[in-house]
């Protein structure tokens, strides 16, 4: 199911459903049980707030015998991602384009910033690689 963008990040104001977010992001399909281990609360609690994620689309499930992993709707959190860089005020979109603001040192900041961000992400989805690689191999 799809959301509206305003109810996708009513649903990440909770911090640990960005934890979810975050350990799917960096661990890839895991369990609810595993999850609840790793976020450190009860398996109970991570099934409504997986319930709640599911139903913003932001993770799906896909049955696999007793076990259903989860995992991120990437297209969903790219759509939050565009709609966060509509109203981002941190330059990393100028373009230099004729009408838009000029960079500042603020500026200059939250692209450092964010590049350092870029950068340890991409370390993930390398390790992430690496390892699906791995797996392929045995």
Same mark, same amino acid.
């Given at each position: 199911?799809?959301?509206?963008?305003?109810?996708?990040?009513?649903?990440?104001?909770?911090?640990?459903?960005? *934890?979810?977010?975050?350990?799917?992001?960096? @661990?890839?399909?895991?369990?609810?049980?595993?999850?609840?281990?790793?976020?450190?609360?009860?398996?109970?609690?991570?099934?409504?707030?997986? *319930?709640?994620?599911?139903?913003?689309?932001?993770?799906?499930?896909?049955?696999?015998?007793?076990?259903?992993?989860?995992?991120?709707?990437?297209?969903?959190?790219?759509?939050?991602?565009?709609?966060?860089?509509?109203?981002?005020?941190?330059?990393?979109?100028?373009?230099?384009?004729?009408?838009? @603001?000029? #960079?500042?040192?603020?500026?200059?900041?939250? #692209?450092?910033?964010?590049?350092?961000?870029?950068?340890?992400?991409?370390?993930?989805?390398?390790?992430?690689? *690496?390892?699906?690689?791995?797996?392929?191999?045995?």
């Amino acid at each position: 199911m799809r959301s509206e963008p305003s109810e996708m990040f009513k649903v990440l104001a909770v911090d640990t459903r960005v *934890k979810i977010i975050e350990l799917l992001k960096s @661990k890839g399909p895991i369990g609810a049980k595993n999850i609840a281990e790793l976020v450190g609360i009860t398996p109970a609690a991570v099934s409504q707030h997986l *319930k709640i994620l599911r139903h913003a689309g932001l993770v799906r499930s896909e049955r696999n015998g007793y076990w259903i992993p989860y995992s991120i709707d990437e297209k969903a959190l790219e759509n939050c991602r565009d709609v966060l860089n509509e109203v981002c005020t941190c330059g990393c979109r100028e373009t230099g384009n004729s009408g838009e @603001k000029e #960079l500042s040192d603020s500026n200059l900041e939250s #692209l450092e910033r964010y590049e350092k961000e870029l950068q340890n992400e991409l370390i993930t989805v390398r390790e992430r690689i *690496k390892k699906i690689e791995k797996n392929k191999g045995k």
